[in-house]
């Protein structure tokens, strides 16, 4: 079998914290823009949003990244301080890697020639900017003047070169080079400063802050020469301002939950030109955190991870949404009457519908936001399992979440199955044994004597196969709502970790958490595949093939491997480094298509070659 293809990527999209601005930066010559996610720098094509690339190399969480001026090299830093600087030829080629501080970087900027760079961030003793040459890492300046966490920085993009910083000490200031020098330090601001930046014609800079003010400084000599007006200005701290490519205008964004644009006068005043807002449900999620002015693409990025793409040409057309996970992405499903459509829940309690070849296709808002750790859906409904002791059944209308019922099964749930065939019949495993749901209400809570890790309930509701701390299979009948042990079979060496039956029913996999999958038939309970041992960790998640004849394998060890169960394990097809961090979700979409999801919130489709 030929190596399976990635046809498409959902992205994960930026990380954010509360209170604190984000970065989101743009290619010199495309529309494809950078952000952060975890450990992953996620280059993203505004034009095309399924067409997405990850770097995936830093040890600690990212924190920013930049494209060169040529558009050629990427400079990705972390919280670390380590800056890594690498290319997007072929494949990603490490250039450089730099210890550029002693903490967290938060911004960094190329000089306009693309041989130096300036970055800052949180750092011990007085050093919280450096600025170096990009082949050699070595000084080229000293930078005092702050007596905290430097929160931007910006290079003037013209001769002579400048370097402008701002800071959580309310300080804006202002360096000559190079090698560069501190020259002043401009006290305009009452709060933090959260964003610094040139004019694209290096006439102007601009700071905002968390004062709701936004200052304008000439260029050469510092010197502030107008503001933002405040009569229809932000009413929260402003944490990200971008230049329009013109030099004419900028756009802010704010905690206010609005993105604004404002002209800049040559005078350098920014008078108010448009509000722009998008559907929000005015939460603390819809405060707005980061903003690129890219070409004829206006980007805002909310606390809550939407990104708004608004038309410069057309502002009060309605933005383009781009959404998805923030967080590991545990489980996946898909519509059985639909397989194209896709559901994925992450940890921090989302779930996501996708549409195979159009992606980001809408969320379904639950009133209850716990966390998820199994999910179940049906077209009518979702059932759902976290980190307390409850199960919910979820309806769905229209496509939106409708009534809720919780169902406390005393124990936190380990896996949860729905009997497709009568689906009001559920099975969720817990520690010491299964409860047995119908609709929202306990029908038997059964004790099995020994550790349960892994179950699964077959459709009809007749057959229940539950897996064991100790490696072992129990298969039990289902009759009045209680179980009887038919066989218990052995060949696992480590606790059980996932069971499913395949589409017609005459066999089932499992997988262990010693990286071993069995493929079983059912009728015998003999092997029917074995020497599925090609991991390197633990199996977190498998899946059948609509066609019965290939079973997909997740793990730890960030691989998808694809086996086909009429042949030796040993012909099996290799997905590596599907997912940074592991794969915990699988779904075939069709006999040639798999989903998977991971620790990095992204979610990927993979096509193979049919034989």
């Not at 933090?192 to 290096?202: E, Q």
């Not at 229940?464 to 218990?488: F, N, P, R, W």
Request: charged share 20%.
């Amino acid at each position: 079998m030929a190596t399976p293809e990635l046809s498409e990527t959902y992205a994960c999209m930026p990380s954010t914290e509360r209170g604190r601005g984000i970065l989101i930066s743009g290619h010199p010559k495309t529309n494809s823009v950078l952000y952060t996610n975890g450990r992953s720098v996620m280059m993203l094509n505004l034009d095309n949003p399924l067409e997405v690339s990850v770097y995936a190399e830093h040890g600690y969480p990212a924190t920013v990244a930049r494209y060169s001026p040529n558009g050629e090299w990427i400079a990705s830093a972390d919280v670390s301080g380590v800056m890594r600087l690498w290319g997007t030829h072929s494949g990603f080629v490490l250039k450089n890697e730099y210890k550029v501080l002693s903490g967290r970087i938060d911004d960094l900027q190329w000089s306009p020639d693309g041989m130096r760079i300036v970055a800052c961030g949180e750092g011990k003793g007085k050093s919280f900017v450096r600025a170096f040459m990009w082949d050699s890492g070595s000084n080229v300046g000293e930078f005092d003047g702050h007596s905290r966490r430097v929160l931007s920085c910006a290079f003037k993009p013209t001769r002579p070169f400048r370097i402008a910083t701002c800071g959580e000490d309310f300080l804006v200031n202002f360096y000559e080079g190079p090698p560069f020098r501190f020259k002043q330090s401009l006290r305009d601001h009452s709060n933090f400063v959260n964003c610094i930046r040139f004019s694209p014609d290096g006439s102007k800079f601009i700071s905002v802050s968390s004062d709701k003010k936004g200052i304008i400084y000439d260029a050469k000599t510092a010197d502030k020469i107008g503001e933002l007006s405040s009569d229809d200005g932000h009413k929260g701290s402003i944490y990200a301002v971008s230049w329009s490519p013109d030099g004419k205008q900028v756009l802010t964004v704010s905690a206010d939950k609005t993105a604004k644009i404002w002209g800049i006068s040559d005078e350098g005043n920014g008078t108010l030109e448009k509000t722009l807002t998008s559907h929000c449900s005015g939460g603390v999620d819809d405060m707005l955190v980061g903003c690129l002015w890219q070409n004829q693409h206006l980007v805002t990025v909310s606390l809550g991870g939407t990104i708004s793409l608004f038309s410069a040409s057309d502002l009060d057309k309605s933005p383009v949404i781009l959404f998805g996970h923030m967080k590991n992405v545990t489980s996946l499903v898909v519509l059985k009457s639909d397989p194209k459509v896709i559901l994925s829940t992450s940890y921090d309690g989302r779930i996501i519908k996708w549409i195979q070849g159009i992606g980001y296709s809408g969320k379904l808002q639950r009133k209850e936001n716990s966390q998820i750790k199994c999910l179940a859906a049906l077209e009518d409904e979702l059932v759902t399992s976290g980190f307390d002791n409850k199960v919910w059944r979820v309806s769905i209308k229209d496509g939106q979440c409708g009534e809720a019922e919780a169902i406390d099964v005393g124990s936190q749930p380990k896996d949860l199955t729905l009997a497709a065939v009568s689906p009001e019949l559920a099975l969720v495993s817990i520690d010491t044994g299964v409860v047995l749901l119908r609709g929202s209400n306990i029908v038997s809570t059964i004790n099995l004597g020994f550790t349960v890790t892994a179950s699964v309930l077959a459709p009809d509701g007749s057959e229940v196969i539950v897996g064991g701390q100790d490696g072992k299979l129990h298969i039990y009948s289902v009759a009045d709502d209680s179980l009887t042990e038919e066989a218990t079979i052995e060949k696992h060496r480590g606790a059980i970790s996932v069971i499913r039956y395949s589409p017609d029913l005459t066999m089932f996999a499992s997988g262990d958490l010693n990286r071993e999958a069995i493929v079983w038939d059912r009728a015998t309970r003999e092997v029917k595949l074995k020497n599925m041992l090609f991991h390197t960790a633990r199996i977190n998640c498998l899946d059948w093939s609509p066609d019965n004849t290939k079973v997909a394998t997740g793990s730890l060890d960030t691989c998808v491997i694809i086996y086909d169960v009429d042949k030796p394990a040993s012909s099996r097809l290799t997905v590596k480094g599907a997912h940074l961090g592991g794969v915990y979700g699988l779904a075939f979409t069709d006999d040639y298509s798999v989903v998977s999801s991971g620790e990095d919130a992204c979610v990927r489709v993979w096509k193979l070659a049919p034989q």
